[in-house]
């Protein structure tokens, strides 16, 4: 009972972020990410019940239909939604808190060799943006935007927008973070907000030198 309503808070997920799913059939029957998932969580199940080769085999099969590489081992919460999804891979450590969206080609992976928990953890309602990769055992907090194309080495506080290679923290909320902040057409330029900061810079020392070279007359004086 727990799987199925698990099922179809994943379900109900993909209307709630994807415009563009109108039709439940065609959602059941073509999103390779709904696939992906209902694959993960028959084989996550099996996993935990320490069955062999089955989980593997479902997961690979699963990647083959779908271009989604989820490890059966991987732990990930209720209301899960890949958007599009070609070329997600989710390591076999790797924690998703509750209502996570990832886009296609994210990888949550490990940085090389070790053991133990290698993949990292994310928290609740994170979003990572498309070819974004979040490598090694760190914590992703809870609210976190994960910006297209970004590489995230380093453990991320609650409520922060990460852009950047590597992944560095450019805006942070603080309190209750707004609904909207989580919409990832909102996120920032901060290329264009220093491009910006440096023209009024600019803008400031050219005023400043003028008035320098060209006095104000002093209008009281006399003649």
Known sequence: ?????????????????????????????????????????????????QVPVLPRLISQLARFFTGIEIHPGAVIGHAFFIDHGMGVVIGETTEIGHHVTLYQGVTLGGTGKERGKRHPTLGNH????????????????????????????????????????????????????????????????????????????????KRELHEQHHPTPDRDAGP
């Open 126 to 205: 994170v979003v990572v943006g498309g070819g974004a990769k979040v490598l090694g055992g760190i914590v992703i907090g809870d609210n976190v935007k994960i910006g297209a194309n970004s590489v995230v080495l380093k453990p991320v506080p609650d409520n922060c927008t990460v852009v950047g290679i590597p992944g560095r923290i450019i805006h942070k909320i603080p309190g209750d973070f707004p609904e909207k902040a989580l919409d990832h057409t909102e996120m920032p330029d901060p290329t264009m907000e220093r491009i910006l900061a440096l023209y009024e810079e600019v803008a400031a020392l």
């Open 1 to 49: 009972m727990k799987l199925l309503k698990t099922l179809k808070e994943d379900f109900t997920a993909i209307f709630e972020r994807d415009p563009a799913a109108v039709s439940r059939v065609e959602v059941f029957l073509l999103y390779s990410g709904w696939h992906a998932i209902l694959a993960h969580r028959i084989a996550h199940a099996l996993w935990r019940r």
